[in-house]
């Protein structure tokens, strides 16, 4: 089992620019969330997918927007990028459903630039 | 609403000698708690949670948390501290009900001394 996996491990983009962030899950799971970590904070909550649908979004503009598949891989698109978006940018993906306790496993993060 | 507080940004234990990281969480329902590790260059992962059965819980590598209704706490423990420890510790609270929105802690940064 690869575990959660993410692509790219690092990125340089310009201010303005757009950028995609990929995430595959863990196999067997079909939900999945990213999270935003600024560098000495912890982990801040973008948004979760699940059955190829947005169920829940934390407090980031509509700059950020995703995607998920029918395999259950995801993508992070941000767009008109700030420096402030310079960050690590984590996957988690996790078994679906709400009412049940649900750890989530995180991938290893893309590292995002923004000069 | 849910929210985390972790206590102590900062925490330099000898090797050898117990450790003791803080968490205090606010939630509107019965949460679940987790504690993740961060070491540097690595991904986030999982030591233990908590998830409304034993108060106790166990996890990896030593660790133990303990869920406190009464004070609203879930401090993580480990009797005897190794280098390997030395890494970027989460405390995390989530509602199962809004689909296991995790909200993480600031974190507390361990350091072991030799």
């Known amino acids: 089992d690869a575990g959660v996996t993410q692509s790219p491990t690092h990125l340089i983009k310009t201010r303005g620019q757009q950028v995609t962030l990929r995430c595959s899950p863990k196999?067997?799971?079909?939900?999945v969330s990213w999270y935003q970590q600024a560098l000495g904070q912890g982990p801040q909550f973008i948004f979760q997918y699940y059955e190829e649908e947005e169920r829940q979004r934390g407090n980031f503009p509509d700059r950020f927007s995703g995607h998920q598949f029918p395999n259950y891989s995801s993508e992070l698109n941000v767009n008109a990028l700030l420096l402030g978006d310079s960050a690590l940018y984590l996957c988690?993906?996790?078994?679906?459903?709400?009412?049940?306790?649900?750890?989530?496993?995180f991938g290893p993060g893309t590292r995002l630039t923004v000069t | 609403a849910q929210s985390v507080t972790q206590l102590d940004s900062h925490v330099s234990v000898s090797e050898g000698t117990p450790v003791l990281l803080r968490c205090n969480y606010s939630?509107?329902?019965?949460?679940?708690l987790f504690w993740y590790v961060q070491h540097p260059n690595k991904g986030l992962q999982l030591l233990l949670k908590?998830?409304?059965?034993?108060?106790l819980v166990k996890g990896i590598n030593g660790f133990e948390a303990e869920f406190k209704k009464s004070e609203t706490s879930f401090h993580l423990t480990k009797p005897s501290a190794h280098m390997s420890d030395a890494a970027e510790y989460f405390c995390v609270v989530s509602d199962p009900r809004t689909g296991n929105q995790f909200y993480f802690g600031t974190g507390t940064s361990l350091t072991v001394i030799p």
């Open positions: 988690a993906s996790s078994p679906g459903g709400q009412g049940v306790y649900y750890e989530q496993y």
């Open positions: 908590y998830t409304s059965a034993a108060t």
């Open positions: 939630s509107s329902y019965s949460p679940s």
């Open positions: 196999s067997g799971h079909d939900t």
